[in-house]
């Protein structure tokens, strides 16, 4: 996938919206439920997978302030987004910094930023 940030945020808002005009409501549903069967990942606790990305399932385990079913993923190249559907947030950073961008201070500081916030 490639795009602007506004364009990865459109399509993420459609994710976050129930898909409309481009996804049935129950497509997005069942996208973004944990399709990981309960296997927990050893590098991200509280944590599954739904088609697409990482869905968080446990947010004590998980050590965030995410409310479980927020959506979120990471590239290798600095990109992070998250869906958040409880407080209707979509987040897209693209940084273009290799790993920092997708693990590291800077996706945490972002984080904690708009949750302290809300």
């Keep these: 996938m490639a795009g602007t940030a506004g364009e990865v945020l459109a399509i993420l ?4 919206k129930c898909g409309a005009p481009l996804l049935s409501n129950e497509t997005v549903r069942i996208m973004m439920a944990d399709q990981a069967g309960g296997y927990r990942q050893q590098y991200e606790p509280g944590s599954g997978f739904g088609f697409g990305w990482s869905v968080i399932t446990d947010p004590a385990e998980a050590g965030v302030p995410f409310p479980a ?10 990109h992070s987004w998250f869906i958040d559907p409880v ?6 950073a693209l940084t273009n910094t ?5 693990w590291g201070k800077f996706t945490v500081d972002l984080r904690e930023a708009i949750y302290a916030a809300l």
């Excluded at 079913?69 to 600095?78: E, S």
């Excluded at 407080?87 to 897209?92: A, K, S």
């Design 13 to 16: 808002e459609t994710i976050r």
């Design 69 to 78: 079913g927020t959506l979120k993923w990471g590239g290798v190249y600095g």
């Design 87 to 92: 407080n209707r947030l979509t987040v897209v």
């Design 98 to 102: 290799t790993l920092e961008g997708m």
